[in-house]
T-cell receptor, first 113, second 110 residues
Framework: DAGVIQSPRHEVTEMGQEVTLRCKPI?????LFWYRQTMMRGLELLIY????????DSGMPEDRFSAKMPNASFSTLKIQPSEPRDSAVYFC???????????FGSGTQLSVL | QKEVEQNSGPLSVPEGAIASLNCTYS??????FFWYRQYSGKSPELIMF????GDKEDGRFTAQLNKASQYVSLLIRDSQPSDSATYLC??????????FGPGTRLSVLP
């Protein structure tokens, strides 16, 4: 099992640019989560999907953030336009419906200059 | 708003001692409780979960849950330098939303 796969591992961009983060959940998992982690705010849930449908996006900071899950094996988190305060580690995680085990990807370290 | 709180630490213990990590949560509807370990620069990994009041042991780790007090703790016996990490408490209610605390940084001194 390859685990949750995220790309890129590191992203450095300039303010105002569009950023797209990618995630492939573990095969067979039907719940997918996007988290953001900073020193100040810890691990914050941005959005999660069940069976490719967004269930709770109340953690998405503002309209600059959007997430999609076009199929069971792929999700994207897009920031447009990016700002320096978006700099953080973004984690994708997946689990099966009814399971209590949440598996995290390696994360994307985003730096917006 | 659902909240999970932890002492930020750092908590320092000597090698071989017992490390005690604490967590409180605000949502009485929370059903499941988790402890994740996160090494610096790495992703969180699940080490324990508990559903029922009382203790649950797994090797050197013991999770304790008191739903009446809305309190969950993690004890690490015979602490090792390799246990030095940030420990994240997480809770889950009905549905799939996992809410994480800010984490407690543990340092085990050789």
């Amino acid at each position: 099992d390859a685990g949750v796969i995220q790309s890129p591992r590191h992203e450095v961009t300039e303010m105002g640019q569009e950023v797209t983060l990618r995630c492939k959940p573990i095969s067979g998992h039907n719940s997918l989560f996007w988290y953001r982690q900073t020193m100040m705010r810890g691990l914050e849930l941005l959005i999660y999907f069940n069976n490719n449908v967004p269930i709770d996006d109340s953690g998405m900071p503002e309209d600059r953030f959007s997430a999609k899950m076009p199929n069971a094996s792929f999700s994207t988190l897009k920031i447009q336009p990016s700002e320096p305060r978006d700099s953080a580690v973004y984690f994708c995680a997946s689990t099966s419906q009814g399971s209590e085990k949440l598996f995290f990807g390696s994360g994307t370290q985003l730096s917006v200059l | 708003q659902k909240e999970v709180e932890q002492n930020s630490g750092p908590l320092s213990v000597p090698e071989g001692a017992i490390a005690s990590l604490n967590c409180t949560y605000s949502d009485r509807g929370s059903q499941s409780f988790f402890w994740y370990r996160q090494y610096s620069g790495k992703s969180p990994e699940l080490i324990m979960f508990i559903y029922s009041n009382g203790d649950k042991e797994d090797g050197r780790f013991t999770a304790q849950l008191n739903k009446a007090s809305q309190y969950v703790s993690l004890l690490i016996r015979d602490s090792q330098p390799s246990d030095s990490a940030t420990y994240l408490c997480a809770v889950k209610g009905y549905g799939q939303n996992f809410v994480f605390g800010p984490g407690t940084r543990l340092s085990v001194l050789p």
